[in-house]
């Protein structure tokens, strides 16, 4: 069996997985070969692995075999070196306990010589047998030792205090490798039969999980400080987040980022049948009346159970993202796939970690009007009307909003074709002040046949205090009848707006010139039977 040692060259990023392609080469003599691929990690998917190769050897490739490897130490190298760290602290910590354990033998010896000699000396002085010369010689030695004891014991526990904070550390660190790289991987097992000596250059691409990348955005709109709106641009830097914690590092390596679906690809949809029914009722409940028999009790039916839906849980927003300058990555379409590749080598360790790369930096032009529906904000909204001019899919991910240099906050970003049409908002408009007012509210006193007539009337008021000419869309709505007795009309609108939709939604299209003011009026009537107890009247 030959050994190969390879590294990571390419790697094509999905959404929910990688597919990561490794290269080596090896001088091999004539014959049947077979050539150990080691250390391939656990995310790994066996069925994937396929091997390639070429060089100056003649040879046919017979098979690849993939087999778990177990070990007696994990075989990475971070590990290793730090499992020879705390291998190496926890003997200085031993050796720092045994002087400890001799320091505290010295000072015990120290006390119980102070007691006999205590004991000893007393005597003697009683009897006239000791001077008291000796005794202080005595108990300064005994003082001498215990002091020298303590010291030892005070010092080693600030270094085995400092030991111990730096194990935990260590054996964290490790803890969070081991789980991702255990002692287990694969290898894989390339047979070859060479006919022609040479050097064979071989190839070896597999499928991992646990490795996606999603799309981020920093849009940057700027806005030409002259009359003409067509000069505003919005700069879309277009970034891939790539996460992975496949049990190995991806280092220098050609990164691809694709919008492919593999987990998709092979799933063929086919619908099952639907069918409706009448609920059943449910069965009697029965319940035994004081002093009497069982009776059956009426009870509310049970509510028909509701489909669920798991729409995921909302990406949590990133910080602003500082712009840098970075290459272009080239886009490259296959089938119904697009795919980025990136023109610089990327490194992304397993930690799980976000590591950003650029895609793009797309310049585009906007159309710049207005939105305002006052009765639920008194505020001016910019937006802006773009289409994708690019040649870049733009992929559902944040966006990071930054309007004159200001960050206005995270706003969801839809997935954009290009040349396809999109809208953005760019947050409110303060130079374009809005103000709403009920003007009128009236309940005739006289019924008309027996029904009650209100009159209500709203006027809107809108400023335009930029120095030139905008678009404005200003929305509101008059209540909907869900009851055939109750009658809504809109009496008057001034000026008449462009739409009324079936939801009872009114919308004008303003065009307001600089220093400019508009007022919508609209007045609505409802009735309903005098008797009828109505819900929602404004």
């Not at 005595?138 to 215990?146: G, M, P, S």
């Not at 806005?223 to 505003?232: H, I, P, S």
């Not at 999109?422 to 408009?429: E, Q, S």
């Amino acid at each position: 069996m030959t050994s190969l040692t390879t590294a990571i060259a390419e790697v094509v990023v999905f959404a929910d997985r990688a597919r990561v392609t490794r290269r080596g080469s090896i001088a091999l003599e004539t014959g049947v070969h077979s050539i150990e691929v080691a250390n391939l990690p656990l995310a790994l998917q066996p069925d994937s692995v396929r091997a390639a190769g070429g060089g100056t050897a003649q040879a046919a490739l017979l098979g690849v075999e993939v087999r778990r490897v177990y070990f007696a130490e994990t075989p990475v190298a971070e590990i290793q070196a730090l499992e020879r760290q705390i291998e190496d602290l926890t003997t200085q910590d031993k050796a720092l306990a045994d002087q400890a354990d001799a320091a505290t033998v010295r000072a015990g010896f120290a006390r119980g010589l102070s007691d006999k000699a205590t004991e000893q000396l007393a005597r003697g002085l009683a009897f006239g047998r000791a001077e008291i010369d000796r005794g202080a010689v005595l108990i300064d030695f005994v003082q001498q030792q215990l002091a020298q004891a303590q010291s030892i014991l005070r010092d080693l526990a600030v270094q085995r205090q400092m030991l111990q904070r730096q194990l935990a550390k260590l054996n964290n660190d490790l803890q969070a490798r081991r789980s991702a790289q255990p002692r287990e991987r694969y290898s894989a097992f390339v047979e070859v039969e060479v006919t022609q000596p040479g050097e064979l250059a071989i190839e070896l691409t597999y499928m991992v999980s646990q490795a996606r990348w999603t799309a981020l955005y920093d849009l940057r709109f700027d806005e030409a400080q002259d009359a003409a709106a067509k000069d505003a641009v919005l700069q879309v830097s277009y970034l891939g987040q790539v996460t992975q914690s496949t049990g190995e590092d991806w280092l220098n390596a050609a990164l691809t980022l694709s919008t492919a679906r593999p987990a998709l690809a092979t799933i063929k949809p086919e619908l099952t049948p639907w069918y409706i029914q009448e609920v059943p009722p449910p069965p009697p409940v029965m319940r035994q009346a004081r002093g009497g028999p069982m009776l059956a009790a009426a009870v509310m039916p049970a509510p028909a159970p509701q489909a669920k839906f798991d729409v995921g849980a909302m990406p949590e927003a990133e910080p602003p993202y500082q712009e840098m300058a970075a290459r272009t990555a080239t886009v490259e379409g296959s089938g119904a796939t697009v795919t980025f590749k990136l023109a610089q080598s990327v490194s992304v360790p397993s930690d799980n970690s976000p590591h950003k790369v650029n895609i793009a930096a797309i310049s585009l032009t906007p159309k710049l009007d207005y939105l305002s529906v006052p009765k639920l904000a008194e505020a001016v909204y910019r937006r802006a009307t773009i289409t994708n001019r690019s040649e870049y899919l733009l992929l559902p991910g944040q966006a990071n909003l930054f309007v004159d240099g200001d960050f206005i906050g995270t706003l969801p970003f839809e997935r954009v074709a290009p040349n396809e049409e999109f809208d953005l908002a760019l947050g409110v408009d303060d130079r374009v002040v809005v103000t709403r007012e009920l003007k009128a509210r009236e309940v005739d006193k006289k019924l008309i046949g027996d029904r009650r007539r209100i009159r209500v009337a709203y006027e809107i008021e809108v400023q335009n205090l930029r120095d030139r000419t905008i678009d404005l869309d200003v929305r509101d709505q008059l209540p909907v009848s869900r009851h055939e007795q109750i009658k809504v009309k809109l009496e008057a609108a001034d000026p008449k707006p462009i739409e009324q939709t079936e939801l009872n939604e009114l919308i004008w299209k303003l065009s307001l010139a600089a220093k400019a003011k508009q007022i919508c009026r609209f007045e609505f009537t409802i009735e309903h039977p005098a008797a009828m107890q109505v819900m929602g009247l404004p």
